[in-house]
């Protein structure tokens, strides 16, 4: 109950394109819901979060998707850039205790 | 945003030695410290939650005598793997929480 599942496993999008990230979770007790960007050989960065309360939040060309009743989420970054090429994890929490991450995807900007 | 800082940021030991990592939060108070470890290509495992003055909360299978944790002050944790063997080589990323988590650079140990 504590998993939180992340799809897909690897994304390749053109310049300019959409990127979408899908995860999903169990524990309808969690209630905050982070994006994570890694560079490698880098730690994550937050890059944008969310609570249930709200269906969508968005940060300049990062959104995301909240869907509560199907305890699914996702990431959506516009105008995707070669610099956007990273391995971006999702995350979920309950009240501040630990984080249950996702697989992580490893997304690849072509120019 | 708030800052993390690991040192070193990478290190290469000998097998059956023993090897520090801090974590500190620069520019905040975190009471709750954690420590997880990535192997390529894979996701971050927590190792262990620490809170400031008490004793490190291990995961299910995390040797707790292999991998100190100390919390001694609100910005400083540490992470001391003993007696280090080539299989702990990996990535070790701390974080540390006020209202979020904020996470280290990570620190790369290999153990030869």
């Known amino acids: 109950q504590q998993q939180v599942k992340q799809s897909p496993q690897s994304l390749i999008v053109q310049k300019g394109g959409i990127s979408i990230i899908n995860c999903a979770y169990e524990?309808?007790?969690?209630?905050?819901f982070p994006w994570y960007q890694q560079f490698p050989g880098k730690g994550p960065a937050l890059l944008i979060a969310?609570?249930?309360?709200?269906s969508e939040k968005k940060e300049g060309r990062f959104t995301i998707s909240f869907n509560k009743s199907a305890k699914q989420f996702s990431l959506h970054i516009m105008d995707s850039q070669p610099g956007d090429s990273a391995t971006y994890f999702c995350?979920?929490?309950?009240?501040?205790?630990?984080?249950?991450f996702g697989e992580g995807t490893q997304l690849t900007v072509n120019p | 945003g708030a800052v993390v800082s690991q040192h070193p940021s990478w290190v290469i030991c000998k097998s059956g030695t023993s090897v520090k990592i801090e974590c500190r939060s620069l520019?905040?108070?975190?009471?709750?410290m954690f420590w997880y470890r990535q192997f390529p290509k894979q996701s971050l495992m927590l190792m262990a939650t620490?809170?400031?003055?008490?004793?490190?909360?291990?995961e299910q299978g995390v040797e707790k005598d292999k991998f100190l944790i100390n919390h001694a002050s609100l910005t400083l944790s540490t992470l001391t793997v003993t007696s280090a063997h080539p299989e702990d080589s990996s990535f070790y990323i701390c974080?540390?929480?006020?209202?979020?988590?904020?996470f280290g650079p990570g620190t790369r140990l290999t153990v030869t």
């Open positions: 520019d905040f108070q975190a009471t709750t």
């Open positions: 969310i609570r249930p309360d709200v």
């Open positions: 620490s809170n400031e003055g008490s004793k490190a909360t291990y």
């Open positions: 995350a979920a929490s309950n009240s501040g205790s630990r984080l249950t």
């Open positions: 974080s540390a929480r006020d209202s979020t988590q904020y």
């Open positions: 524990n309808t007790a969690f209630d905050y």
